[in-house]
């Protein structure tokens, strides 16, 4: 147990070294020294992350111990780069990241200690609905809601700005998971066989057609096409879970597909996304305004000129993308890191993700698989979405990418995710009771209580016996 313990605890100070030289080695090339306001706060998130471990040992002791190096990992490398960014750009929101990266390990500690049983959050289940609902839609309010790149999915107050679909996508996936383990049976039933697939009864893809209504809203209405997509998977791929049924996923991923193409024709914001994917180095859609590709262009040629293994730490010039520091993080991170470091990058969610899905795979409960699947899903499509529209996949979508991206919302929200695949994994991981030697011992049991009546039936024979001869006699 103890060398359990070490290696997992090296694993966490590795991941810590590593962050610490990437920060001095950026420092040393672009300021000639490591500043001091930022030696303080490094050093305080690094506690923050050893206390987290702590608590998890004490709270969590079954839980997945691969989780939290790679979130320490991502998340330093993202702070690293933005703090780069800053120096090109004269800013300073590196260290409001690194304030807002020690509310969130404080949050998740909170989580660690107070929440033993995940069970909990489905007595809350439409309670969540609502809650999601009320953040999914508070940026259209009148007075609060900001629209900024041509999205109108933050809200605002004074000088600071908050993006509520990050929490929103934690509240729906309470729901969807209650909602689908408590209708599983009604939803696995199949209706018709059609090229090979069992269609859905008609009386049954209520709930898929009102989560299709409400991502078309949010596409058309915030212009956001990212988060209508996140949304829409999350609940098409815990639909799949639930049901094992591949004709969900079928008319799920088609009924999307036909909302997009019809958004694409009539509202320009979508149009222009997509002109910018199909036709990004044309001159008429690159010098276009609104809804140019002259962003997407920039972020390309600072990826190719990274090469394989990069420019270098602070060597190159990642500043010259807009949005270098949020939308644009990973060519900015590609521009310097190269291909070898965006694999290295993609390799670290990979991790995470297999970790929650071994996680859905081994808990027992319904409830927990389908929460478990449900985060691990939504945080896969919105790795995704990201990659995918700086690499021309995909159309630009507007979403952050977890852990890495300048925010405090995003940044909050994905290590919120984090702890509650971390206590479902605890769940999971806990060994069962020795079924085998409780049965021994039942059997025992009967077995002598099965002697003692046989003892007792004998003696009652014996005296009975005894009885009669005296009779006899």
């Given at each position: 147990?103890?060398?359990?313990?070490?290696?997992?605890?090296?694993?966490?100070?590795?991941?810590?070294?590593?962050?610490?030289?990437?920060?001095?080695?950026?420092?040393?090339?672009?300021?000639?020294?490591?500043?001091?306001?930022?030696a303080g706060m490094l050093v305080l998130a690094g506690v923050l992350f050893l206390v987290l471990w702590?608590?998890?040992?004490?709270?969590?002791?079954?839980?997945?111990?691969?989780?939290?190096?790679?979130?320490?990992?991502?998340?330093?490398?993202?702070?690293?780069?933005?703090?780069?960014?800053?120096?090109?750009?004269?800013?300073?929101?590196?260290?409001?990241?690194?304030?807002?990266?020690?509310?969130?390990?404080?949050?998740?500690?909170?989580?660690?200690?107070?929440?033993?049983?995940?069970?909990?959050?489905?007595?809350?289940?439409?309670?969540?609905?609502?809650?999601?609902?009320?953040?999914?839609?508070?940026?259209?309010?009148?007075?609060?809601?900001?629209?900024?790149?041509?999205?109108?999915?933050?809200?605002?107050?004074?000088?600071?700005?908050?993006?509520?679909?990050?929490?929103?996508?934690?509240?729906?996936?309470?729901?969807?998971?209650?909602?689908?383990?408590?209708?599983?049976?009604?939803?696995?039933?199949?209706?018709?066989?059609?090229?090979?697939?069992?269609?859905?009864?008609?009386?049954?893809?209520?709930?898929?057609?009102?989560?299709?209504?409400?991502?078309?809203?949010?596409?058309?209405?915030?212009?956001?096409?990212?988060?209508?997509?996140?949304?829409?998977?999350?609940?098409?791929?815990?639909?799949?879970?639930?049901?094992?049924?591949?004709?969900?996923?079928?008319?799920?991923?088609?009924?999307?597909?036909?909302?997009?193409?019809?958004?694409?024709?009539?509202?320009?914001?979508?149009?222009?996304?997509?002109?910018?994917?199909?036709?990004?180095?044309?001159?008429?859609?690159?010098?276009?305004?609104?809804?140019?590709?002259?962003?997407?262009?920039?972020?390309?040629?600072?990826?190719?000129?990274?090469?394989?293994?990069?420019?270098?730490?602070?060597?190159?010039?990642?500043?010259?993308?807009?949005?270098?520091?949020?939308?644009?993080?990973?060519?900015?991170?590609?521009?310097?890191?190269?291909?070898?470091?965006?694999?290295?990058?993609?390799?670290?969610?990979?991790?995470?993700?297999?970790?929650?899905?071994?996680?859905?795979?081994?808990?027992?409960?319904?409830?927990?698989?389908?929460?478990?699947?449900?985060?691990?899903?939504?945080?896969?499509?919105?790795?995704?979405?990201?990659?995918?529209?700086?690499?021309?996949?995909?159309?630009?979508?507007?979403?952050?990418?977890?852990?890495?991206?300048?925010?405090?919302?995003?940044?909050?929200?994905?290590?919120?995710?984090?702890?509650?695949?971390?206590?479902?994994?605890?769940?999971?991981?806990?060994?069962?009771?020795?079924?085998?030697?409780?049965?021994?011992?039942?059997?025992?049991?009967?077995?002598?209580?099965?002697?003692?009546?046989?003892?007792?039936?004998?003696?009652?024979?014996?005296?009975?016996?005894?009885?009669?001869?005296?009779?006899?006699?």
């Amino acid at each position: 147990m103890i060398a359990t313990r070490l290696r997992q605890v090296s694993l966490l100070v590795f991941a810590m070294l590593l962050s610490f030289i990437a920060f001095f080695q950026m420092f040393e090339r672009t300021a000639g020294a490591f500043p001091v306001k930022f030696a303080g706060m490094l050093v305080l998130a690094g506690v923050l992350f050893l206390v987290l471990w702590g608590l998890l040992l004490k709270f969590q002791p079954y839980a997945s111990q691969s989780i939290l190096p790679c979130v320490l990992l991502l998340t330093a490398i993202g702070t690293m780069m933005i703090a780069r960014i800053d120096d090109a750009n004269g800013t300073d929101v590196a260290f409001r990241q690194l304030i807002w990266l020690c509310v969130a390990l404080v949050l998740t500690m909170l989580l660690i200690v107070f929440l033993r049983d995940y069970r909990v959050l489905r007595r809350f289940s439409y309670v969540s609905m609502v809650i999601g609902l009320v953040l999914l839609l508070s940026p259209m309010i009148p007075g609060i809601g900001k629209d900024i790149g041509g999205a109108r999915i933050w809200i605002g107050f004074g000088s600071h700005t908050f993006q509520p679909g990050e929490f929103t996508k934690l509240f729906l996936a309470f729901f969807f998971a209650a909602y689908l383990f408590d209708h599983r049976d009604q939803l696995a039933v199949g209706g018709r066989k059609v090229l090979g697939m069992r269609l859905p009864r008609i009386k049954d893809t209520g709930p898929i057609i009102v989560v299709w209504l409400a991502s078309m809203g949010v596409l058309v209405i915030q212009q956001d096409l990212g988060t209508a997509l996140m949304f829409f998977a999350m609940f098409v791929s815990m639909l799949y879970v639930a049901t094992g049924r591949k004709s969900w996923v079928v008319i799920g991923f088609l009924a999307f597909a036909v909302g997009c193409v019809t958004a694409a024709k009539l509202f320009a914001h979508v149009e222009y996304r997509v002109q910018a994917w199909l036709h990004p180095l044309d001159p008429a859609v690159y010098n276009q305004y609104p809804g140019g590709s002259s962003q997407l262009v920039k972020g390309m040629f600072g990826m190719s000129s990274g090469g394989l293994m990069g420019t270098g730490l602070g060597q190159g010039h990642p500043a010259l993308t807009p949005l270098a520091n949020s939308d644009f993080i990973y060519s900015s991170l590609g521009e310097e890191l190269g291909l070898t470091g965006l694999l290295a990058i993609l390799v670290l969610y990979l991790v995470i993700i297999a970790s929650g899905l071994i996680t859905a795979m081994r808990i027992k409960d319904g409830f927990g698989k389908l929460l478990a699947a449900g985060l691990v899903f939504t945080m896969a499509f919105q790795v995704f979405t990201v990659v995918g529209g700086i690499t021309l996949v995909i159309p630009l979508t507007g979403l952050t990418l977890p852990y890495m991206a300048a925010g405090g919302s995003s940044l909050i929200a994905n290590f919120v995710l984090a702890g509650l695949l971390i206590v479902i994994s605890n769940a999971a991981n806990k060994p069962e009771p020795d079924t085998l030697s409780d049965t021994f011992q039942y059997e025992a049991l009967v077995a002598l209580g099965e002697r003692g009546r046989e003892r007792g039936q004998h003696g009652q024979d014996r005296q009975r016996s005894t009885e009669g001869k005296g009779e006899a006699a």
